[in-house]
Structure formats: structure tokens, C-alpha cells
């Protein structure tokens, strides 16, 4: 393996390692070589720290009563190159949840991609009899969402109690 004299080689090659996507002669001669060298051998451990890092979850789910209550983990934004716009619609549109409640206020920024995913989930909630609603949005999303008049759909409320009690 000349993975040492080619970095971009040998970046692909863990790519392709990790995704399974290597015939079996090279899976062979690649775990043999990276068993043997701390260099590689570290490099691909880096990789697939990173590989996990990037697998978890951005939005946690619980449940207050017969709210489902979506927090994001941590800071996100809804656009359309983020991957907490697709594991928004995952996580509304694989349940059968009829009252949602949808915490922005770790979301700094949305694109016309995270509107999209907002009233994608808002049109789930209502084709299941339910009800989905926004939480602490912060100014600048609030000001989205009054602008684009996507406020007159999706009720926001400034606290999760208040945003509890309107469910009821």
C-alpha cells in the first residue's frame, strides 16, 4: 500500500474502509497495513471518532404529558446544507405524535429549506388531527417567520409551560 506517499489516497481509502465499500483483497492488504503502522493506524481511529461524532443526535425527543417535546442538543440552524433539517422531518415524520412542540431556541438561522421542513411537519401534525407549535424563537427567527407570515400557522410561545398549557 503506498498510502504514504499519497494522503489524498490514503483519505479515501479510510473513507471507503469505514463505508464497507472495498472489494476483499484490498480490505486485506488495508487492515494489514494499518495494523502495523501507528501512523495510519491512528489516522483511521481519528476518522472514525469523527465518524460517531457526527452520527449523534442533534435533537433529544421526551415527553410532557402527551406532548412530544423536541430540544435541540445544541446550537443549530435549519438550512438547507445542515443535517438538522433532515433529522427534524425524521423526527416528526416517523412518529405518530398529535401534539408537537418544537424548541428554536438553540437555532440561530433558517433558510427557506428549514421553513420547508417546519411546514412539512406542521402539515403531518395536521393530516394526523394534531397540533404542532414552536418554542422561544429567537428574535431574528421570530422576524422569519412574521415576514414570511408562517407565524399565522405555527403558534410560538416564549416558555415551555405557557407552550404546554396552550396544547390543552
Do not use: W
Request: glycine letters at 4%; hydrophobic letters at 40%; a negative charge.
Amino acid at each position: 500500500m503506498q498510502c504514504h506517499e499519497e494522503p489524498m489516497l490514503r483519505e479515501e481509502l479510510i473513507a471507503k474502509y469505514l463505508l464497507k465499500r472495498l472489494d476483499a483483497d484490498t480490505v486485506e492488504a488495508f487492515e494489514s497495513h494499518y495494523l502495523v503502522c501507528d501512523e495510519c493506524f491512528e489516522e483511521l481511529r481519528a476518522s472514525q471518532l469523527l465518524i460517531a461524532g457526527l452520527g449523534k443526535s442533534k435533537i433529544s425527543r421526551r415527553q410532557v404529558g402527551d406532548v412530544a417535546v423536541l430540544d435541540f442538543t445544541g446550537p443549530a440552524q435549519l438550512t438547507r446544507l445542515s443535517s438538522e433539517v433532515k433529522e427534524l422531518f425524521s423526527s416528526v415524520l416517523e412518529q405518530k405524535d398529535t401534539k408537537v412542540l418544537i424548541d428554536l431556541s438553540r437555532v440561530s438561522r433558517i433558510d427557506s429549506a428549514g421553513l420547508g421542513a417546519l411546514m412539512a411537519c406542521y402539515s403531518h401534525a395536521v393530516r394526523n388531527r394534531g397540533l404542532l407549535k414552536l418554542l422561544n424563537p429567537s428574535s431574528e427567527v421570530q422576524n422569519l417567520l412574521r415576514i414570511t407570515k408562517i407565524d399565522s400557522l405555527l403558534q410560538s410561545y416564549p416558555d415551555e409551560r405557557s407552550a404546554l398549557c396552550s396544547f390543552e
